[in-house]
T-cell receptor, first 117, second 114 residues
Framework: DAGVTQSPTHLIKTRGQQVTLRCSPK?????VSWYQQALGQGPQFIFQ???????QRGNFPDRFSGHQFPNYSSELNVNALLLGDSALYLC????????????????FGPGTRLLVL | AQKVTQAQTEISVVEKEDVTLDCVYE???????LFWYKQPPSGELVFLIR??????QNEISGRYSWNFQKSTSSFNFTITASQVVDSAVYFC???????????FGKGITLSVRP
């Protein structure tokens, strides 16, 4: 049973560029959440996707956008990169269903380390 | 608003010592869920346990045990007879019945020396 996978593992960009990160959920999961983890901090929630729509969003600017595909995989896009966007980006999947209020366990991928120069 | 506080930032113990990692949470929701995750140097968050607010029973899994006390809003994690492989950053997290996003604490870096 494959777990959550993310690509690429590492990425280096320069300020102002755009980046796309990818995530494939654990088999059987329908919900994907994205988190940003700055060095020495806990992960911060960016947004969550269910049925190809953004269901919840954290305190992140519109430069952060996402997409979920019919096969439940997801992309995170960040435009106009800033130095402060350098972080570990974590994708998590869960089986939430339509209600999405059951506090189901989120399983995390290995993350993508983004460095903005 | 929901909040998780992990007051300890770094803990260092010698192998075979017992160690307790503290977690205090805040939420106004009556339905909520508490989690512990382990993050080794590789970076991937490894799920350890999930507890809902209606189940205050303590849990033991091998060398790991968890103490959930609603009266003090705490969900502490104890590792018995620690091993070098337990060295990692440990996060406590909270989600509520109204919002399934995870709110994490800042994490506790545990170093177990041989």
């Amino acid at each position: 049973d494959a777990g959550v996978t993310q690509s690429p593992t590492h990425l280096i960009k320069t300020r102002g560029q755009q980046v796309t990160l990818r995530c494939s959920p654990k088999s059987g999961h329908d919900t994907v959440s994205w988190y940003q983890q700055a060095l020495g901090q806990g992960p911060q929630f960016i947004f969550q996707y269910y049925e190809e729509e953004e269901r919840q969003r954290g305190n992140f600017p519109d430069r952060f956008s996402g997409h979920q595909f019919p096969n439940y995989s997801s992309e995170l896009n960040v435009n106009a990169l800033l130095l402060g966007d350098s972080a570990l980006y974590l994708c998590a999947s869960s089986l939430e269903g339509a209600g999405g209020l059951n506090g189901e366990t989120q399983y995390f991928g290995p993350g993508t380390r983004l460095l903005v120069l | 608003a929901q909040k998780v506080t992990q007051a300890q930032t770094e803990i260092s113990v010698v192998e075979k010592e017992d160690v307790t990692l503290d977690c205090v949470y805040e939420t106004r929701d009556t339905t909520y869920y508490l989690f512990w995750y382990k993050q080794p140097p590789s970076g991937e968050l490894v799920f350890l346990i999930r507890r809902n607010s209606f189940d205050e029973q303590n849990e033991i899994s091998g060398r790991y045990s968890w103490n959930f006390q609603k009266s003090t809003s705490s969900f502490n994690f104890t590792i018995t007879a620690s091993q070098v492989v337990d060295s990692a950053v440990y996060f406590c997290a909270l989600s509520t019945g109204a919002n399934s996003k995870l709110t994490f604490g800042k994490g506790i870096t545990l170093s177990v020396r041989p």
